[in-house]
């Protein structure tokens, strides 16, 4: 039988990425720019001038399983054609579904929100950011109403490695930790809010996965409304309704409690029973082995 500590080592390996899921998501960037450069080439009117990775896909944290990968595709504002659509957004994501319609073997290309996505019939979606480089710092991404909002993703990427840089290897598994417990617990928490809440609550990080989530869940209703490092979303506890901000801290205190009981069943020597507890968080692939 494992100890408590090796479940957790299994278990952060369970919930990252296989090699082969790795090579989907460079795959997966790769063709998308190719599809874009096509659609889009230097002698047209749009051309795109680059496309990276993005989010959890870029900051090393996705998790399985494998839904979709975000990338950044940056256009020139060759002679200003930014103005064409500085006050419909909407159209300048339609006219890049339509593009890569035409340019690629895709059946289903989805343009909403602020993002174009490219469904796959099999393994991840992509979704596509697309932006313009903006005056002052970051990006003009479409806001989803037809206006625009900045944003940064790669400054976000630079905070996140200085905080790994600060508190050690620990930090990334943790964050796949704190997602999967968001995840099989309702996913109030976005993904990135996670990732921030995860990197801004510790001063100081051990090997200690179980001990670290237990502090996670103590400390995490305090940090909801984090802000977004990068300088441009503000609080990323915004959208939490009052109702979802009450369930959310009544399950977290109900975690909390649970990992303190689990800690004392694996302190005893009694990892049978600490593991269980840890399941009923972690969700059914933690495994009681």
Same mark, same amino acid.
């Given at each position: 039988?494992?100890?408590?500590?090796?479940?957790?080592?299994?278990?952060?390996?369970?919930?990252?990425?296989?090699?082969?899921?790795?090579?989907?998501?460079?795959?997966?960037?790769?063709?998308?720019?190719?599809?874009?450069?096509?659609?889009?080439?230097?002698?047209?009117?749009?051309?795109?001038?680059?496309? =990276?990775?993005?989010?959890?896909?870029?900051?090393?944290?996705? =998790?399985?399983?494998?839904?979709?990968?975000?990338?950044?595709?940056?256009?020139?504002?060759?002679?200003?054609?930014?103005?064409?659509?500085?006050?419909?957004?909407?159209?300048?994501?339609?006219? =890049?579904?339509?593009?890569?319609?035409?340019?690629?073997?895709?059946?289903?290309?989805?343009?909403?929100?602020?993002?174009?996505?490219?469904?796959?019939?099999?393994?991840?979606?992509?979704?596509?950011?697309?932006?313009?480089?903006?005056?002052?710092?970051?990006?003009?991404?479409?806001?989803?109403?037809?206006?625009?909002?900045?944003?940064?993703?790669?400054?976000?990427?630079?905070?996140?490695?200085?905080?790994?840089?600060?508190?050690?290897?620990?930090?990334?598994?943790?964050?796949?930790?704190?997602?999967?417990?968001?995840?099989?617990h309702s996913g109030h928490i976005s993904?990135?809010?996670?990732?921030?809440?995860?990197?801004?609550?510790?001063g100081t990080l051990g090997s200690n996965?179980?001990?670290?989530?237990?502090?996670?869940?103590?400390?995490?209703?305090?940090?909801?409304?984090?802000?977004?490092?990068?300088?441009?979303?503000?609080?990323?506890?915004?959208?939490?309704?009052?109702?979802?901000?009450?369930?959310?801290?009544?399950?977290?205190?109900?975690?909390?409690?649970?990992?303190?009981?689990?800690?004392?069943?694996?302190?005893?020597?009694?990892?049978?029973?600490?593991?269980?507890?840890?399941?009923?968080?972690?969700?059914?692939?933690?495994?009681?082995?």
């Amino acid at each position: 039988m494992t100890t408590t500590a090796q479940a957790f080592t299994n278990f952060v390996t369970t919930i990252s990425l296989t090699d082969t899921q790795k090579q989907e998501v460079r795959n997966k960037r790769a063709k998308t720019e190719e599809y874009l450069r096509g659609a889009f080439p230097e002698s047209g009117t749009m051309p795109i001038k680059r496309v =990276i990775l993005i989010g959890s896909a870029d900051r090393g944290t996705l =998790i399985r399983p494998l839904d979709d990968i975000d990338v950044m595709a940056e256009f020139k504002n060759k002679d200003n054609i930014f103005e064409q659509y500085r006050s419909n957004s909407g159209a300048f994501l339609q006219r =890049i579904r339509t593009a890569l319609q035409a340019n690629t073997s895709i059946s289903s290309i989805g343009a909403r929100g602020q993002a174009v996505r490219l469904f796959y019939t099999s393994g991840a979606h992509v979704d596509i950011a697309p932006v313009f480089k903006w005056n002052g710092d970051g990006y003009a991404l479409p806001s989803g109403t037809g206006g625009w909002i900045t944003t940064d993703p790669e400054k976000q990427a630079t905070w996140m490695a200085g905080r790994r840089d600060t508190l050690g290897t620990t930090l990334t598994p943790l964050v796949k930790l704190a997602k999967r417990w968001n995840r099989v617990h309702s996913g109030h928490i976005s993904s990135y809010q996670v990732e921030v809440m995860t990197a801004t609550m510790f001063g100081t990080l051990g090997s200690n996965y179980r001990n670290a989530m237990k502090c996670w869940f103590e400390w995490a209703p305090g940090y909801l409304d984090v802000q977004d490092p990068a300088g441009h979303s503000g609080s990323l506890g915004s959208s939490l309704s009052w109702a979802t901000r009450t369930a959310l801290n009544s399950r977290l205190s109900e975690a909390k409690d649970q990992a303190v009981n689990a800690l004392a069943q694996e302190a005893a020597g009694n990892h049978a029973e600490a593991k269980r507890l840890w399941k009923i968080e972690m969700g059914s692939e933690f495994s009681t082995a």
